[in-house]
């Protein structure tokens, strides 16, 4: 199984609501990331785990939060996002090491109203 | 430092065509260079990857040249087929955390 599951594939939000993304795993992967992708543009790095532990923040406004309960899952939780977060959210994982192989889920399209 | 220029940003090539991609680096840390490919409304999925030690690479119809005293590399597709339209972005990584995208670009294959 080398696929990484997101959900939900598309969320619609007020300013003033909170939301959580969530992926899952099962390849035994102990990194974890969250990039976000605006249209038509790569994706940016916004979070690391490594073992469960945050190990890389790229200076991410707080009304992200990221959360990892286990080895498997990976949540970003969302609170007064601004219209201009709207984007694709990625989540991937890989094995700890050098040159290692990222896998992608298919992403969260969030549309803030 | 932290970019990778990545060109050009849109190609359309003919069934059976070779499209080229190019990419640019400055950091001379870099040490680890993936392709992805993307389709719309999909997640990007690695394509073929090169480490600096080696010059070229390929893997079924992908090949990747690497010219480290460049600081370039490029990414050509033989025989492309309308299924490879899509969006190629080039990166390189540092450590095993850090990947730092190139800008895109969209192939389209003509039938």
């Known amino acids: 199984d080398t696929e990484v599951t997101q959900t939900p594939k598309h969320l619609v939000m007020g300013m003033t609501n909170k939301k959580s993304l969530k992926c899952e795993q099962h390849?035994?992967?102990?990194?974890m990331y969250w990039y976000k992708q605006k249209a038509k543009k790569p994706p940016e790095l916004m979070f690391v785990?490594?073992?469960?532990?945050?190990?890389i923040n790229e200076s991410v406004p707080s009304r992200f939060s990221p959360e990892c309960p286990n080895s498997s899952l990976l949540n970003l939780h969302l609170h007064a996002l601004q219209p201009e977060d709207s984007a694709l959210y990625l989540c991937?994982?890989?094995?700890?090491?050098?040159?290692?192989?990222?896998?992608f889920g298919q992403g969260t399209r969030l549309t803030v109203v | 430092q932290q970019q990778v220029k990545q060109s050009p940003q849109s190609l359309i090539v003919q069934k059976g065509g070779i499209p080229i991609i190019n990419c640019a680096y400055e950091?001379?840390?870099?040490?680890?260079f993936p392709w992805y490919q993307q389709f719309p409304g999909k997640g990007p999925a690695l394509l073929i990857a090169?480490?600096?030690?080696?010059s070229e690479k390929k893997e079924g119809r992908f090949t990747i040249s690497f010219n480290k005293s460049a600081k370039q590399f490029s990414l050509h597709i033989m025989d492309s087929q309308p299924g490879d339209s899509a969006t190629y972005f080039c990166?390189?990584?540092?450590?095993?955390?850090?990947?730092?995208f190139g800008t895109g670009t969209r192939l389209l294959v003509s039938p």
């Open positions: 785990y490594s073992y469960e532990k945050l190990s």
């Open positions: 950091n001379t840390a870099f040490d680890y």
């Open positions: 390849m035994g992967h102990r990194a």
């Open positions: 990166a390189a990584s540092y450590g095993f955390q850090k990947l730092v």
């Open positions: 090169i480490r600096p030690d080696v």
């Open positions: 991937a994982s890989s094995q700890l090491g050098m040159n290692t192989e990222a896998f």
